[in-house]
């Protein structure tokens, strides 16, 4: 089967053995997998001592074409969406009893198998109780593929101090600063939320985008709470511009010159928060998945098809598009 390996910095497509259900899990074939910041990211950040070890591609959809899981409520012929990791939950667990969940050792080893960006994948009996959701058939294949990254934006929102249909989210304010297809998903959870949400972004294109999605900008106010979801540190400026005095500031991105950061003393004296927030937990796949289905969440029209035989022109044109989905 073919899937998309990184070899010599660039992504090509290798001929590999289909996965085989030697254990409890499930075999499915992959109809498309969404292109993530993070993927271009690794291929960006990789060298020749680690592209072996990166694994491409994880907001999939696909059909289930094997399973052996009898305690799973999936069957064969069922087009699902799926997250990649998941954590162990279990009590003794230093990160899952502070729900750190993605700093927990399971978190991080866990995987699909060869990659998203591959005919067929190899998932185990976890991920079927922990990361797979069923989705609406009313949805398109490219709207499944954001359970993933909406569950991420979830949790930043969640970190953020906001629970779902907590009447008092409404007496927030939030800026998501940073338009891309993470910028504007979080919006969209925000308002989910019921968080009054605005945006900025210093390209007027992004901002026009945003505008047609019934986000605005007031430069004249200040939030109680900004997302900083743009991988550029000079968003840090204007996260500490627009934030109030004792407010919180969400990091969800990373930054090429990491050792610009948050001046200690503005922290300090204006006794605000710096609160990261990186990947999801079970809990937020399951409402990423209840907000896409209902279509609570909208994502309709956000991505732009590739066939898996032009992924390389798909990264090559993330910068112009908003989202790339590899249809496989």
Known sequence: MKSAKLINGKVELTAVE????????????????????????????????????????????????????????????????LGHHYPCLKDDCEFCKNASYSMCKTFK???????????????????????????????????KAFLEPLSCCIRAVERAGFNYKDKKNSKHSALVIGLGSIGLLMMKALRAFEVETFGFDISAQRMNLANRHGFRFDENKKYDTVFLTAGNSKAIESALKYVID?????VFSSVEDD????????????????????SPSPSNIKLSSELLNSKKVDVSNLSTYYKLD???????????????????
């Open 310 to 328: 032009d992924i390389q022109k798909a990264i090559e044109d993330s910068s112009k598009i908003l989202k790339a989905y590899i249809k496989i």
């Open 246 to 250: 004792g407010g919180k500031i969400i």
């Open 18 to 81: 289909k996965p085989v259900l030697d254990s409890t899990g499930a075999i499915i074939k992959v109809l498309g997998c969404g292109l993530c910041g993070s993927d271009i990211v690794k291929i960006r950040h990789a060298n020749q001592n680690n592209e072996e070890k990166i694994v491409l591609g994880h907001e999939v959809v696909g059909i289930i074409e094997e399973i052996n899981d009898e305690k799973s409520k999936f069957k064969v012929g069922d087009i699902v969406a």
């Open 259 to 278: 050792f610009k950061g948050f001046s200690n003393n503005e922290i300090y004296y204006r006794e605000l928060s710096i609160i990261a927030s990186y």
């Open 109 to 143: 080893a866990s995987n699909i198998i060869p990659g998203g960006f591959s005919e067929y994948i190899k998932v185990d009996s976890n991920h079927l109780k922990y990361t797979v959701y069923k989705m609406d058939d009313n949805l398109k294949e490219d709207e």
